[in-house]
């Protein structure tokens, strides 16, 4: 069982910069494909970027591609995701989840374990 944390989302004008951080439990954490999703209201939850165990694999929407990076550190238990080049689309509830093998997918219902989520808001 992992459990994971969420942190780092809040009020930005468009344009700026967010980190998020998810925390994991649990001693494998390195063997997990992890990866972010987002929830806009009245929206499905939709991929953002995915990260293989190792790191050594990224992969990010295109909606996102080049404004967002993730990276993780096993040693920590943590995965991030640097946001830049905020847009106000870019508003919705940040997810961070877990796949028990440790491949890269983006889609949601592969993934094993969820976050209870950071909302992110975007100002114009």
């Known amino acids: 069982q992992v459990q994971l944390v969420e942190s780092g989302g809040g009020l930005v004008q468009a344009g700026g910069s967010l980190r998020l951080s998810c925390a994991a439990s649990?001693?494998?954490?390195?063997?997990?494909?992890m990866g972010w999703f987002r929830q806009a209201p009245g929206k499905e939850r939709e991929f953002v970027a995915a990260?293989?165990?190792?790191?050594?694999?990224?992969y990010y929407a295109d909606s996102v591609k080049g404004r967002f990076t993730i990276s993780r550190d096993n040693a920590k238990n943590t995965v991030y995701l640097q946001m830049n080049s905020l847009k106000p689309e870019d508003t919705a509830v940040y997810y961070c989840?877990?796949?028990?093998?440790?491949?890269?997918?983006?889609?949601?219902?592969?993934?094993?374990?969820w976050g209870k989520g950071t909302l992110v808001t975007v100002s114009s």
């Open positions: 989840a877990a796949k028990n093998t440790g491949t890269i997918t983006t889609r949601p219902a592969y993934m094993d374990y």
């Open positions: 649990g001693r494998t954490f390195s063997s997990y494909g």
């Open positions: 990260i293989s165990w190792s790191g050594g694999s990224t």
